[in-house]
């Protein structure tokens, strides 16, 4: 008979658990039949003595079992998901879906609300009259089936064991485990039935992960529990040292989403959407290789195709697809805030998660899950890092619906840091496939 304390004194000794030995801890903690108590001892083991590929892949799946798992077999092709660890101003899966779409590669996406500075992907598309994600599951293989994209919002009882595992963490210092994390991310993700799945894991001021070399250990980590269990996986690391683009908050997002999709987007967002887009195009199947899937994905912006399928897209879900040829259409701020330099010089540095945190101060984003988000406010950036400003100019724009935003306006100040050196981000940091 197996029992929790032998196997946290195999983890602590340095010991390898067998598939088994996961399956029982993780079903037992799941049922309520191990209690937290062990469970943090064996976290805390886990956080010492890492897991080997295998023990990683065995975790992520039996994750995966503990809960529901979603069925897309209905839908037809590769399926592919993007996972972001991350970030402000990340407007990507708004410009890729429509986009990759466009290429015949299916995107059948379950979305969060989110938590944090501003909405997830379904509160910003909520910033569109009369979009909405509660369609059937039928609705929506029928719809990817013919338009190949859908974005419903998460149903059913994906991963409890990754919830109930997440709060322990949270709680016993054991957030901060590649094992753990990979795992968390891509039970998820496996969960919700993608058959590709690529990655942009963000590295950072602004990010979860600070440096180059953590963000790449996780993501290696990643791409191989995805490898190990059959799901073509890949990954981007990419820079969050500055916010991505100009827009911070829902309606303003949608708004650069639909720029980006015509081609006048911001270079960051659309170089991070390019890099992306080609992994999913390959990991589709649509392109041999990356560089021929940028080509394509070129093309599809400008010819208009991939803004055509942002419209398609909203329509079929009921929300005004006119708004992609007038942006006026999202909900406005009552009122408008210039920002200016106190300094002239270069821009050195823009703290991404305080400027989010400047977003989330309007109203732009939520603190607790039942905080109403209000889809008009938040920032536009008129200056970036390696820009020059002239003291007096303006560097962000503040959309707000009171009238008082001195707070929000020191908090942006405080966090632009002027000086004399011209500072070049370096986005896109690697590409990682296994």
Same mark, same amino acid.
């Given at each position: 008979?197996?029992?929790?304390?032998?196997?946290?004194?195999?983890?602590?000794?340095?010991?390898?658990?067998?598939?088994?030995?996961?399956?029982?801890?993780?079903?037992?903690?799941?049922?309520?039949?191990?209690?937290?108590?062990?469970?943090?001892?064996?976290?805390?083991?886990?956080?010492?003595?890492?897991?080997?590929?295998?023990?990683?892949?065995?975790?992520?799946?039996?994750?995966?079992?503990?809960?529901?798992?979603?069925?897309?077999?209905?839908?037809?092709?590769?399926?592919?998901?993007?996972?972001?660890?991350?970030?402000?101003?990340?407007?990507?899966?708004?410009?890729?879906?429509?986009?990759?779409? #466009? =290429?015949?590669?299916?995107? /059948?996406?379950?979305?969060? *609300? @989110?938590? +944090?500075?501003?909405?997830? %992907?379904?509160?910003?598309?909520?910033?569109?009259?009369?979009?909405?994600?509660?369609?059937?599951?039928?609705?929506?293989?029928?719809?990817?089936?013919?338009?190949?994209?859908?974005?419903?919002?998460?149903?059913?009882?994906?991963?409890?064991?990754?919830?109930?595992?997440?709060?322990?963490?949270?709680?016993?210092?054991?957030?901060?485990?590649?094992?753990?994390?990979?795992?968390?991310?891509?039970?998820?993700?496996?969960?919700?039935?993608?058959?590709?799945?690529?990655?942009?894991?963000?590295?950072?001021?602004?990010?979860?992960?600070?440096?180059?070399?953590?963000?790449?250990?996780?993501?290696?980590?990643?791409?191989?529990?995805?490898?190990?269990?059959?799901?073509?996986?890949?990954?981007?690391?990419?820079?969050?040292?500055?916010?991505?683009?100009?827009?911070?908050?829902? #309606? =303003?997002?949608?708004?650069? /989403?639909?720029?980006?999709? *015509? @081609?006048? +987007?911001?270079?960051?967002? %659309?170089?991070?959407?390019?890099?992306?887009?080609?992994?999913?195009?390959?990991?589709?199947?649509?392109?041999?290789?990356?560089?021929?899937?940028?080509?394509?994905?070129?093309?599809?912006?400008?010819?208009?195709?991939?803004?055509?399928?942002?419209?398609?897209?909203?329509?079929?879900?009921?929300?005004?697809?006119?708004?992609?040829?007038?942006?006026?259409?999202?909900?406005?701020?009552?009122?408008?805030?210039?920002?200016?330099?106190?300094?002239?010089?270069?821009?050195?540095?823009?703290?991404?998660?305080?400027?989010?945190?400047?977003?989330?101060?309007?109203?732009?984003?939520?603190?607790?899950?039942?905080?109403?988000?209000?889809?008009?406010?938040?920032?536009?950036?008129?200056?970036?890092?390696?820009?020059?400003?002239?003291?007096?100019?303006?560097?962000?724009?503040?959309?707000?619906?009171?009238?008082?935003?001195?707070?929000?306006?020191?908090?942006?100040?405080?966090?632009?840091?002027?000086?004399?050196?011209?500072?070049?981000?370096?986005?896109?940091?690697?590409?990682?496939?296994?």
């Amino acid at each position: 008979m197996m029992r929790m304390v032998d196997l946290i004194a195999k983890k602590r000794d340095g010991g390898a658990l067998t598939k088994e030995e996961i399956a029982f801890f993780i079903d037992g903690y799941t049922t309520g039949d191990i209690p937290d108590y062990q469970v943090s001892s064996m976290m805390m083991a886990i956080f010492f003595q890492d897991m080997t590929e295998d023990e990683r892949a065995n975790l992520t799946m039996a994750m995966v079992k503990s809960g529901d798992e979603i069925d897309l077999s209905a839908i037809e092709g590769i399926k592919v998901d993007k996972h972001s660890t991350g970030g402000v101003g990340d407007t990507t899966t708004l410009v890729l879906a429509p986009l990759v779409a #466009a =290429l015949d590669v299916p995107v /059948a996406k379950m979305s969060g *609300r @989110g938590l +944090g500075h501003t909405g997830g %992907t379904i509160d910003k598309l909520e910033a569109v009259s009369g979009f909405h994600t509660e369609i059937t599951e039928t609705e929506f293989a029928e719809i990817v089936n013919r338009d190949k994209v859908a974005v419903i919002g998460q149903s059913g009882n994906l991963t409890p064991a990754d919830k109930k595992l997440y709060a322990l963490r949270d709680v016993t210092a054991t957030v901060n485990s590649i094992p753990l994390i990979a795992s968390s991310i891509m039970s998820k993700k496996i969960a919700a039935g993608a058959d590709a799945i690529v990655l942009d894991v963000k590295t950072g001021s602004g990010a979860f992960m600070k440096t180059e070399e953590a963000s790449v250990e996780l993501a290696q980590a990643m791409v191989s529990i995805g490898n190990n269990v059959g799901r073509k996986t890949m990954a981007v690391i990419s820079s969050m040292s500055e916010p991505l683009g100009y827009a911070i908050g829902n #309606a =303003l997002e949608i708004k650069e /989403a639909v720029e980006t999709l *015509r @081609g006048e +987007g911001p270079a960051d967002l %659309t170089r991070l959407c390019m890099e992306l887009g080609a992994q999913m195009v390959v990991a589709g199947g649509k392109a041999e290789t990356l560089e021929a899937a940028r080509e394509k994905l070129q093309a599809v912006i400008d010819n208009g195709q991939a803004l055509e399928k942002f419209k398609v897209f909203l329509s079929n879900q009921g929300g005004d697809a006119s708004v992609a040829d007038d942006v006026s259409k999202l909900p406005q701020s009552d009122y408008l805030f210039e920002v200016r330099a106190e300094t002239s010089g270069y821009i050195e540095e823009i703290a991404a998660e305080e400027i989010g945190v400047a977003s989330a101060m309007l109203g732009a984003g939520r603190q607790t899950k039942d905080d109403a988000i209000d889809l008009a406010v938040g920032l536009m950036l008129k200056k970036k890092t390696g820009d020059h400003v002239a003291e007096g100019e303006t560097i962000a724009v503040i959309h707000s619906n009171r009238e008082d935003v001195g707070d929000v306006e020191r908090k942006i100040l405080d966090n632009y840091t002027i000086g004399n050196n011209r500072v070049e981000i370096d986005l896109v940091k690697q590409h990682i496939t296994e």
